[in-house]
């Protein structure tokens, strides 16, 4: 999926699919890239997702954009959503370190450890949000655990979207479990830092995955930021 996807991107980001323009039929490129159809999907949602093209039902695929700059994940841009649960998610971690419940902590564990040896992806994107919706419930606060419920069908796509095009999972469980043993000590900075170096590294995924946009395209002076 990830060879198509970078196929087709940069069939779109060289000019040989104009905004406007609409992509071959599905039959004729998985002919062209002799690749199925499942695989194919995939990489036309991601395309999708990353905001260079969309779909139209009964009419096909068509490019609506050169260049990709701010993926979506349902309703949420990937910048929205990121603003959001650095204002949320940091500070839940530390409320939820001070106020997390043996039965808090014994959830969180157990889901964790499910997720440590879970081998199908899509099954571990569903544990993924219901571990940021425990956290929120550790912190003894409904309106915290309403906020992550909103933007809980989001969540699903990031983490989706990070695992098939970033590799993150393995290194996101590493972070999970330093979230947990934070909350089981109750130290409300470390659990702070923990979630805080969490929404970093997703951050540094979706910028990795976005920048090859732009990465051939010589500056003077420097690269983006």
Known sequence: MEAVLTHLRGAIER?????G???PSEAELCRTLEVSRPVLREALRALQTMGLTVAKTGKGTFVVAGSV???TFGD????D???VRRHVEIPVAGYAALRRTPENLDRLTHLLDRMERETDTTAWVAMDTVFHLAV?????????RRVIEEIRDALARQSAFLNELGGRREQSDREHRAIVEALT???QQDAIEAMSHHLDRVETTLTDIVRPA???TPTEGGTDA
């Open 21 to 23: 323009d609409k992509l």
């Open 15 to 19: 000019g040989e699919y104009a905004i």
């Open 136 to 144: 929120a419930e550790a912190a003894q606060n409904p309106v915290f």
């Open 76 to 79: 949420y841009s990937a910048s």
């Open 69 to 71: 700059e701010d993926p």
């Open 214 to 216: 732009r990465a051939d």
């Open 185 to 187: 000590e109750g130290i």
């Open 81 to 83: 959503l990121l603003e």
